[in-house]
């Protein structure tokens, strides 16, 4: 959808790295591609939604970064970003180069056509392996990471199953007192 070319880490020293030991990877990455004014990473990844891949690797980097960004504008080369925070939106600017996570709002991505899909098994792909990018076999996977899963499991509830009847507006007044009464709306 656009990109000139790919670069691709890959190997089994790869496998069951946390956050830390991926960002890493990633860092030592960009490191060999070279020169760049921006890099931009999804907020969350499957890095277990801890969050930390994209602002460990800018860390890594020294780079500014901007997290949670919508929207992003270049102004004076400089970079103006919008971030969605819990309950608000705020703007900040950072100089380039930077580094800057990305939530879903930020694009509604379009469909590559046919001509672009064919056009893209022909753009240039790099792999490199874990010595390609300088990183030790225990800079990575569980001996290069600093947290181990010890469980992982999956939230279960019963539901109360409350079946509310009536003409629309009885029923809307039932159900509003029942969750008034669970404690899941409050009345201010």
């Known amino acids: ?26 860092a030592a990455g960009i490191k060999k591609i070279g020169q760049f004014d921006m890099i931009l990473c999804g907020e969350t990844s499957e890095d277990q939604y801890s969050f930390q891949v994209g602002p460990r690797t800018a860390e ?3 780079l500014p970064q901007i997290t949670y960004a919508v929207k992003i504008t270049i102004q004076d080369g400089k970079i103006v970003a919008e971030r969605s925070l ?17 939530s879903r709002e930020i694009n509604e991505p379009r469909l590559p056509t046919l001509m672009a899909i064919m056009a ?18 225990s800079e990575l996977g569980r001996d290069g990471s600093l947290t181990e899963p010890l469980k ?14 009536g003409e629309p507006k009885e029923a809307a ?15 201010t």
Do not use: C
């Open 1 to 26: 959808m656009g990109a000139d070319e790919g670069y691709m880490l890959t190997g089994p020293e790869f496998e069951n790295s946390d956050a830390h030991a991926t960002a890493a990877s990633l």
């Open 60 to 62: 890594i980097l020294n």
């Open 86 to 102: 819990e309950d608000s939106y705020e703007t900040v600017e950072s100089k380039l180069p930077a580094f800057i996570t990305v």
């Open 120 to 137: 893209a098994s022909k753009k240039p792909m790099t792999a490199w392996t874990a010595a390609d990018i300088g990183l030790k076999p």
């Open 152 to 165: 992982s499991a999956v939230a279960t509830g019963e539901r109360k199953r409350i079946l509310i009847q």
């Open 173 to 187: 007044e039932k159900l509003a007192s029942a969750l008034v009464g669970e404690g899941a709306v409050k009345v």
